[in-house]
C-alpha cells in the first residue's frame, strides 16, 4: 500500500492524496482546487498527477472548494466511480460546485473578451461548466456519521464528525492486507469546540498511518470573547449611536449562518434594533436552505433552541436576497442597516458594491469576521488602510473597520493536538502533514513529537511513499 500527495503538500488549498492498495485499487481522499497565486502551480488545477478513469473510489472530508473544486474536471476526465461523503456534505457540496462553476464560466468569458480587445489569439475555457457539475450529481453517496460503512473486497469506511463546516467528517479506512485489517485515516479540516451550530470535533479510531491537516501549527486562537456581547456592541454603536449601516463581509457557508443564528438569538433577547438585515449572497441563501435541512449535524445548543424557535435563521426583519435588482435596491434605501454579503476577504461579489457605496460614510462600519488573505480588500481594511481601490477606483476609508476575530473554523494548534489525543502512540507508525505551509508543519510537527508522536513527516508535491 502506498499513498502519494498529489495536493496541499506545504500549502492550504487543493487537497488530494491518492491511496493505492496492495492489489492495485486506488482511492481518492479530497479533489480540491488550488486557490493561492503561486506561480509555479499555475498548470495545477488543469493537470492530473495520475489518470482519473484508474481511480475506483473519491473520498471526500467536506464540501469546501479547496477539498472539493476539481470533481466536475475529475468526472469529465473519466471517473466513474461514486462520491462518497456525508449527507450534508453530498447536498452542499453540489451548490458550492455550481457557484464555482458559474464563477469560472465568468472568468472565462472575461479573459476572452480582454483578448479579443487587446486582439490576441488566446482562448480561455473554464476548468468545468454548470453541465459538467449537473453530470456528476448522480456518483456522489451520501453515508451518515459513526457508522462503518462496508465497501467492496472488506473494505470498511467511517465518517466522524470534524466540527469544521456543515457535514465535515474526518475519514478511517479500514483495509484487509496478508497481516491483518490495516488502518488508515485522514483528518480533513479540524474544527473547532463549542462553535455555534456545529458538534465538537469528535476524535478518531485509532489509525496506523494518518494524513493530517496543519493550518494552524504553532498558532493559538485567542480566547473566544462572549461573541454575543460583541456583535451586539458593534451593532448598537453603528446601526443605534450612529444611525450607520454595518456591513459584513462572510463566507457564504458557515460563516454567514453563525452570523444569523447569533442575531436570531439576540432578536429573542430582545437586544437587536428593529432595523432590517440583509443576507445578499444567492449561495449563502442556498447555503442555509441546506443547514435547515441538516439538523444531524446541530449541536445540542441549537437543538434545544429549536424548541422554542423553530426557525433559528429567519426572523421578520431578516431579508434574503438572491435576485440582482433587489440588491441594487438595498443601496437606495435610506437608514439604518445590516448587510452581510459575499465574499469574505472581499475579493469578489456582491459585497465589493457594498463596501464601495459604504465606505465613504463614517456613520457606517465594516466587520471583518474572518481570515483575510494578503492582498485582499478585506485585509487592506484590517490593516487599517486608509484607501482602498475597487473596480479600478480609489476610495478613501471613512467608515469605521470592526474585527471579530474569533469565528475561525479551524482548530488552533492545541485544538488539533486534543483531536489527536487519544491516538495509540506505539499502533500509528507515521503522521504526513499536509494543508498549512512550512512555517506552521514545521511547529506543529515538534509539537507532535513532544506529545510522544514518533514519526511525523511533511510530504512534497507530488511524492509517493510505502506504508508498512
Ligand atoms: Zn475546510
Redesign the pocket.
Known sequence: MDVTFCGAAGTVTGSCHLLTLDDGRKVLFDCGLYQGYDLDMKNFNKTWTFCPSDVDFLIL??A?I??SGRIPKLVKDGFKGPILCTYATRDLAMIMLMDSAFIQEKDAEYKNKRARKRKKEEHHEPLYTIEDVEACKNQFVGLGYGEWFDMPDGMQLLFRDAG??LG?ASVTLRVPSENGMRTFGFT??IGRSERPILKDPEPMPHVDHLICESTYGGKSHPAAPDELDGLEAVIDETCVQNGGRLIIPAFSVGRTQEIVYMMDQLVNLGRLPDIPVYVDSPLAVNATEIFRTHSECYDREIMQYLMMDPDPFGWKKLHYVRDVDQSKAINEKKGPAIIISASGMITAGRILHHVKNNIGDERNAILIVGYCAEGSIGADLARGAETIRIFGDEYQVKARVKRMHSFS??GDQEEMLDFLENQDRDKLKEIFLVHGVEERQKQFAQALEDRGFKKVSLPELGQRVQLH
Open positions: 472530508s467536506h469546501h479547496d477539498h469544521h463546516i465535515s480533513g479540516d473554523a479551524h
